[in-house]
């Protein structure tokens, strides 16, 4: 009985130091998320730099993550959720309302991106672990636009608008477009299996007809959109077999 306990003892020793020398904890190396809350559509139809808050849109976040280091991770990226921009909700520039552009689309990306933890929380236990990523993505679109609503008399005849209008009717909106995936966001872990999350996540794209609108608004600019989001991450996978003390 002393040499089982013996024998553990030095299993347990050589398992402690290695992942002393690592600095490894006991938890599981994969992990899944599941996170709402809005996209926030940045296009032609709104004044503000920073997009749309008066049209944001429900989303929902799936991820699926492997845990590779102290710092650095690889996840799968699922969202799903709906964009809308809409001149009349704003007042200011006057012309906005005049125009009345509108368009809605509902949006399915996947994404991967690598994930980068600067303060080497990706074992922690428990605590607060803070994370950059970025990554390749595509999303599937459904554009609807509409400019029957415009006042034509308020522009004029002299206006190019009708034109440039005429240009955008006759090009079709994407169905999908490519996207780069930022995103910076918290994880604050409750136990070795359980925590909690949140995120923003930027999508730049290469595409000025997310909105179904270029020439006959802002042609010098793509369309972009981003989301916030929380939710709850677990931790799976099997833990350190032999039960050893982790650091």
Avoid at 46 to 68: C, E, H, M, N, V
Avoid at 131 to 147: M, N, P, Q, T, W
Avoid at 153 to 172: K, N, Q, V
Avoid at 182 to 197: C, E, I, P
Wanted: aromatic fraction near 14%; charged fraction near 20%; glycine fraction near 8%.
């Amino acid at each position: 009985m002393k040499n089982i306990f013996s024998g553990a003892a030095i299993l347990c020793l050589a398992v402690s130091g290695t992942a002393s020398h690592a600095q490894l904890s006991n938890v599981p190396r994969f992990q899944l998320g599941v996170s709402a809350g809005a996209f926030i559509y940045q296009g032609d139809l709104t004044p503000s730099d920073i997009g749309s808050y008066r049209t944001a849109k429900p989303a929902l976040q799936l991820t699926a993550a492997k845990l590779f280091s102290r710092s650095l991770s690889l996840k799968a990226v699922f969202s799903f959720g709906a964009l809308q921009g809409d001149d009349s909700r704003y007042a200011h520039p006057e012309y906005r309302r005049e125009r009345n552009f509108y368009f809605q689309s509902p949006v399915a990306e996947v994404a991967v991106q690598g994930e980068w933890a600067p303060l080497g929380t990706n074992y922690r236990e428990r605590g607060f672990s803070p994370y950059i990523s970025a990554g390749i993505g595509y999303s599937f679109l459904h554009v609807k636009r509409d400019y029957s609503r415009m006042n034509v008399a308020y522009f004029g005849a002299e206006s190019d608008l009708m034109p440039r209008l005429a240009e955008d009717a006759a090009t079709s909106p994407p169905r999908g477009v490519v996207t780069i995936p930022v995103s910076v966001g918290a994880r604050y872990y409750l136990n070795d299996r359980w925590g909690v999350s949140l995120e923003t996540n930027y999508r730049i794209t290469s595409s000025d007809y997310i909105d179904g609108f270029s020439r006959s608004a802002n042609p010098s600019r793509n369309d972009h959109f981003y989301s916030h989001t929380v939710g709850v991450v677990y931790r799976i996978g099997k833990k350190n077999m032999y039960g050893c003390p982790t650091y």
